[in-house]
């Protein structure tokens, strides 16, 4: 698949994840808390506004047509982030956690095209992060 029909496809499955379910926000921080009981305490004192901004940034670092533009805005956050604790295994449940979700809203349109192109995106994500988290 070309990286144009990846990012299409990436974006066809979040906008039917809304119309499907509405706002998917809460299911994806029950999921992540799911996945990720640290991050429940991290996150345990931030308000449904704070959480909603928090998950427009992820959900644009999924949508964005590239993510060698996000790098600095990832150093950016990985380094707010470390003083609020966030450790580098909550990177990967928290993009997770919003794949899982999606994936479930979907159900069979959650197809091999779809799942090829979170797979890549995540991992892509995840090549940014890593060394920034872990050094
Ligand atoms: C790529 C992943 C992430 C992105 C893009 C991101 C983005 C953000 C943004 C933009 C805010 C600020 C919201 C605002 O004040 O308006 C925020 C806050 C916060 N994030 Fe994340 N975040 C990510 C991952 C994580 C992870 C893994 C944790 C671990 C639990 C975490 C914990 C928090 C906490 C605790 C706050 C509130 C900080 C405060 O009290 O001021 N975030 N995040």
Same mark, same amino acid.
């Given at each position: 698949?070309?990286?144009?029909?990846?990012?299409?496809?990436?974006?066809?499955?979040?906008?039917?994840?809304?119309?499907?379910?509405?706002?998917?926000?809460?299911?994806?921080?029950?999921? @992540?808390?799911?996945?990720?009981?640290?991050?429940?305490?991290?996150?345990?004192?931030?308000?449904? @506004?704070?959480?909603?901004?928090?998950?427009?940034?992820?959900?644009?670092?999924?949508?964005?047509?590239?993510?060698?533009?996000?790098?600095? @805005?990832?150093?950016?956050?990985?380094?707010?982030?470390?003083?609020?604790?966030?450790? +580098?295994?909550? @990177?990967?449940?928290?993009?997770?956690?919003?794949?899982?979700?999606?994936?479930?809203?979907?159900?069979?349109?959650?197809?091999?095209?779809?799942?090829?192109?979170?797979?890549?995106?995540?991992?892509?994500?995840?090549?940014?992060?890593? +060394?920034?988290?872990?050094?």
């Amino acid at each position: 698949m070309t990286d144009a029909g990846m990012n299409e496809a990436m974006l066809a499955s979040l906008e039917l994840a809304a119309e499907k379910s509405g706002d998917i926000a809460p299911a994806i921080y029950d999921r @992540y808390f799911e996945r990720c009981p640290d991050s429940r305490a991290i996150m345990f004192h931030t308000d449904e @506004y704070m959480r909603g901004r928090m998950l427009g940034e992820v959900f644009r670092l999924f949508m964005s047509e590239g993510v060698a533009e996000e790098r600095e @805005y990832l150093a950016f956050e990985t380094t707010n982030h470390r003083a609020y604790g966030a450790a +580098p295994h909550m @990177y990967e449940n928290v993009l997770l956690a919003v794949r899982d979700v999606v994936q479930n809203v979907l159900g069979d349109d959650f197809t091999a095209e779809v799942n090829a192109a979170w797979e890549r995106r995540v991992s892509e994500l995840l090549g940014i992060i890593r +060394p920034l988290t872990t050094s």
